[in-house]
């Protein structure tokens, strides 16, 4: 009997502990320093396979409503580029792959091709005179050049926003 009482003291103590309701866990904190998350279209960019070996460029692309609701801001973050190389790209409707491009969104002199610094990176951002769109298809493509515009180098589909 006396070892089942030294068991039952150990026992009820670990639990008081366990179940004490005056325990103060620490409190779950949300964090808001991302406003657009949930208004903003998002996309991976990556060279074509057909490009493996010659290209490997990737990166990063949003569209988003502009401050006033009736632009579109557009911004493209690559990485893995030849440095000193000059890009052409902008959004398209559709998908990355031939025969799913549905045309540019605005104007295609509306995006100021981006230039890749010394270190292989570059970023760029445009903003388009249209409401950003809520449903559909649309993807990002940076093309090889000015002179080579039908040469995709990278491109990819934007996701929507998560509601």
């Not at 996309?43 to 057909?50: E, K, R």
């Not at 490009?51 to 609701?69: C, E, K, N, Y």
């Amino acid at each position: 009997m006396s070892s089942r009482f030294t068991l039952t003291i150990p026992l009820l103590v670990l639990l008081s502990v366990a179940c004490n309701p005056s325990r103060e866990d620490p409190v779950v904190q949300v964090s808001t320093s991302d406003p657009a998350l949930h208004t903003r279209w998002n996309a991976t960019l990556a060279s074509p396979s057909a490009l493996a070996g010659a290209v490997q460029m990737r990166g990063s692309a949003t569209m988003q409503a502009g401050a006033d609701g009736t632009t579109t801001v557009l911004t493209i973050e690559l990485s893995n580029a030849s440095p000193g190389g000059v890009h052409p790209w902008a959004a398209h409707r559709g998908q990355c792959g031939s025969g799913m491009d549905g045309g540019v969104l605005g104007t295609r002199d509306a995006y100021t091709p981006v230039t890749i610094g010394s270190d292989g990176l570059a970023t760029a951002t445009t903003t388009i005179q249209m409401h950003t769109p809520v449903t559909g298809s649309y993807f990002i493509a940076v093309r090889a050049s000015q002179a080579n515009w039908e040469t995709i180098v990278a491109c990819g589909n934007l996701a929507p926003p998560t509601r």
